[in-house]
């Protein structure tokens, strides 16, 4: 874990809420002066804490408001086979969240598709056609109660 103080959290919380916020506007919400919220903003960047800065879009409004769970389990667990399957799948634009996870199924994929016609040409032609599916199993969102991307951070 980074060695970061109650300022640096602080940064991080507001740049959670609102990646555009400026220097000048964190600065004046945290009673410093803009050079050191900069100095410490390369820093978490540098040391990899802030990884990127990116957009969150409302899917709906782009057509993609299907939401499906895939349990994805493998025939051969060979580290070659499972690192084949990771390589395959983040070339799939339909999948936008990808686990290796414990339990019954190897990985769980969260895919994002327009209706059920674009589900079934990527299950067809897309996840079937990857070497080494055992068997998959979708589960369908009804209702998406809470999806957000902000890090729990405790001050």
């Known amino acids: 874990m980074a060695n970061l103080d109650i300022i640096d959290l602080k940064i991080l919380q507001l740049l959670q809420a609102n990646a555009l916020m400026t220097n000048k506007e964190i600065a004046a919400r945290l009673n410093l002066t803009t050079t050191p919220i900069h100095e410490r903003i390369k820093r978490l960047e540098n040391e990899g804490v802030i990884e990127k800065y990116t957009a969150i879009l409302n899917k709906s409004k782009l057509g993609k408001s299907l939401v499906v ?62 070497s080494n599916i055992g068997n998959a199993q979708s589960r369908f969102v009804v209702n998406e109660i809470k999806s957000q991307t902000p890090v729990p951070i405790d001050v």
Do not use: N, W
């Open 69 to 130: 769970l895939v349990d994805v389990t493998l025939k051969e667990h060979a580290a070659s086979f499972l690192e084949q399957f990771e390589k395959d799948v983040l070339l799939l634009p339909e999948v936008v969240e990808c686990y290796c996870i414990s339990g019954g199924s190897d990985f769980l994929l969260k895919v994002l598709v327009k209706d059920m016609d674009e589900y079934r040409h990527f299950i067809l032609h897309k996840l079937a056609t990857l």
